[in-house]
């Protein structure tokens, strides 16, 4: 079964996703949002100093971090690493099918049903990237679930391989996607 022409427009399609969630939405601020520094936002959605370094990473392209910035700047710039994290694991995955001639059956299988976990996850987090960039929160937590669902579907796919290189990259976008969902729960969702 050839399944590289389905893997390619997936693609293709989740670039655009990605790249359309673009630049220019740091200085978004949403009515009711609370304002709060880069430290205090993290030492509130972190119970563990792992989640508190995983907040600092992702919030560590914020602009003047001392002051004080509506959570929704927060919100957005974790979605947006998580799915720019995301974005890579998927196309680290197309490309073992791809070009891994060594790739075993089962991590194929694998890697190709990750490849659809993540075009669906992908979908959720340009859903909440939106959402927050037009501060309507209508459903905004079921799309952060439903990206961190996906991420988890796939992570339990690569758990099953006995020695999997994706699966260091998939733990690392479960995280951010935790994060993400986190510190958009800072706006009351
Ligand atoms: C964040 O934590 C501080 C200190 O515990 C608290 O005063 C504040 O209300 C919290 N803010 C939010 C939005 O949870
Ligand atoms: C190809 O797959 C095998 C089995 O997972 C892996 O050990 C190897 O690193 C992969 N090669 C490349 C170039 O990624």
Request: hydrophobic share 45%.
């Amino acid at each position: 079964m050839n399944t590289i022409p389905f893997l390619s427009p997936l693609l293709v399609a989740v670039s655009l996703i990605v790249a359309g969630a673009g630049a220019g939405d740091e200085a978004t601020t949403c009515p009711g949002a609370p304002s709060m520094t880069v430290e205090s936002a993290c030492r509130n959605v972190s119970g563990t100093q792992a989640m508190y370094d995983t907040c600092r990473d992702a919030l560590a392209g914020v602009a003047d971090p001392l002051s004080d910035h509506d959570v929704t700047v927060y919100a957005l710039a974790a979605a947006h690493g998580a799915a720019a994290s995301a974005e890579a694991t998927m196309g680290a995955a197309i490309d073992e099918v791809r070009n891994n001639r060594s790739l075993p059956g089962d991590e194929r299988d694998a890697y190709m049903e990750c490849a659809v976990d993540y075009s669906t996850a992908l979908h959720a987090m340009g859903s909440v990237v939106d959402k927050l960039d037009g501060c309507s929160f209508d459903g905004l937590a079921g799309d952060y679930l439903n990206g961190l669902i996906d991420v988890e579907n796939c992570r339990d796919r690569v758990l099953k391989l006995p020695a999997s290189p994706l699966y260091a990259m998939v733990l690392v976008d479960r995280n951010k996607a935790g994060m993400a969902l986190f510190l958009g729960k800072l706006l009351g969702i």
